[in-house]
């Protein structure tokens, strides 16, 4: 049994990476590079489910690309590529396929909210989006999954399948089930307008949201423009129950300074949350100015970001065009 560890993961490339990326993927990214072997690919064939106008795609998978060198991945001790230069993907895509059931994506709560009322017009790449991603996943046999809590049931599937395949193909243990990474305490950052909605890529008003790209004035701007509450701040977490902004303003500094929510409720309670956006304000100026700015000049040299795909891509392939051959052998094909 291949006992080794390897992280995967995917960030599509639809649009602003935000602060909910940042807390929620990205720096787990990067300190897991430290410890294990990590795969990060930009998924573009997932973005695709959705239409993209060509043109946005393009910069889009550059500028997620620029996004992960920016906050600290290292192209020296991960593999990042995209999606669609290594076919070992859709390949292996299709013979999932052919293993995942009906009922299995028919239970997928994320299809039924993409799709919205009208399912009969989602394209058939978005219902069968799962599967690609358990194919991304076990292309590399990945062992631990570092995702959002949105994407747990699709990490459970792509379980599901690994499981067929090794029973279906007399092969235990050839596929290992791969297990989610999911942070406890920041699975979700939450739009700076409405507390109880996701921060998200999509959201109209840009000022739901810090982007990775924005620069201090913008941050400044948002901060102070972002809801929270008029009371002054309670000396309990109990008390915020039913005010979703300021637990998320709270929350967000609490993690940006490392210290604990409650810690952050007793040191700043009695206070009005003019002053904890002064604070706010500043730790995230602090800590995502640079990245900002790293993005903008990294987006200047548009042979070097690609050069860098090229690069992963090339060590992406081993990985994968080995696997798929011991896959083929495994289904019979010649
Ligand atoms: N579906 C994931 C998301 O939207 C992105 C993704 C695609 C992914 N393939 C993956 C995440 C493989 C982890 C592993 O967030």
């Given at each position: 049994?291949?006992?080794?560890?390897?992280?995967?993961?995917?960030?599509?490339?639809?649009?602003?990476?935000?602060?909910?990326?940042?807390?929620?993927?990205?720096?787990?990214?990067v300190s897991l590079q430290?410890?294990?072997?990590?795969?990060?690919?930009?998924?573009?064939?997932?973005?695709?489910?959705?239409?993209?106008?060509?043109?946005?795609?393009?910069?889009?998978?550059?500028?997620?690309?620029?996004?992960?060198?920016?906050?600290?991945?290292?192209?020296?001790?991960?593999?990042?590529?995209?999606?669609?230069?290594?076919?070992?993907?859709?390949?292996?895509?299709?013979?999932?396929?052919?293993?995942?059931?009906?009922?299995?994506l028919n239970r997928m709560t994320q299809f039924k909210d993409k799709a919205g009322s009208d399912k009969e017009k989602a394209s058939v790449g978005l219902y069968i989006y799962p599967n690609l991603m358990a194919a991304d996943i076990l292309l590399y046999k990945a062992t631990h999954v570092p995702v959002g809590a949105d994407q747990k049931q699709h990490l459970e599937l792509s379980r599901d399948i690994a499981q067929k395949f090794n029973k279906d193909f007399n092969c235990k243990d050839f596929f290992p089930l791969p297990e989610p990474l999911i942070p406890k305490n920041i699975s979700r950052v939450m739009s700076l307008r409405d507390g109880t909605k996701k921060m998200s890529k999509s959201e109209e008003s840009d000022y739901s949201r810090i982007n990775l790209k924005d620069n201090a004035d913008e941050i400044n701007k948002k901060i102070k423009k972002a809801k929270s509450d008029s009371d002054s701040i309670p000396e309990e977490k109990q008390l915020l129950e039913n005010k979703p902004e300021a637990l998320n303003l709270l929350t967000i500094y609490s993690e940006l300074t490392n210290s604990s929510l409650d810690n952050v409720i007793?040191?700043?309670?009695?206070?009005?949350?003019?002053?904890?956006?002064?604070?706010?304000?500043?730790?995230?100026?602090?800590?995502?100015?640079?990245?900002?700015?790293?993005?903008?000049?990294?987006?200047?040299?548009?042979?070097?970001?690609?050069?860098?795909?090229?690069k992963g891509t090339e060590k992406a392939n081993i990985i994968a065009e080995e696997n798929l051959k011991n896959i083929r052998e495994k289904i019979g094909l010649i």
């Open positions: 049994m291949n006992k080794k560890k390897l992280v995967f993961s995917g960030v599509q490339p639809t649009g602003n990476l935000h602060l909910g990326n940042y807390l929620g993927a990205l720096k787990n990214f430290k410890e294990m072997e990590c795969i990060y690919c930009v998924v573009d064939l997932h973005a695709i489910t959705v239409f993209q106008d060509p043109n946005h795609l393009h910069n889009n998978v550059l500028e997620t690309t620029a996004s992960f060198l920016a906050t600290g991945l290292d192209p020296n001790k991960s593999i990042i590529f995209n999606q669609s230069s290594v076919s070992g993907h859709t390949e292996l895509a299709w013979i999932l396929n052919c293993v995942s059931r009906i009922g299995w007793s040191e700043m309670a009695g206070k009005e949350y003019s002053f904890l956006k002064t604070k706010l304000t500043e730790v995230i100026i602090n800590e995502l100015s640079p990245v900002g700015k790293e993005i903008q000049k990294l987006l200047k040299d548009k042979s070097y970001l690609k050069n860098i795909l090229k």
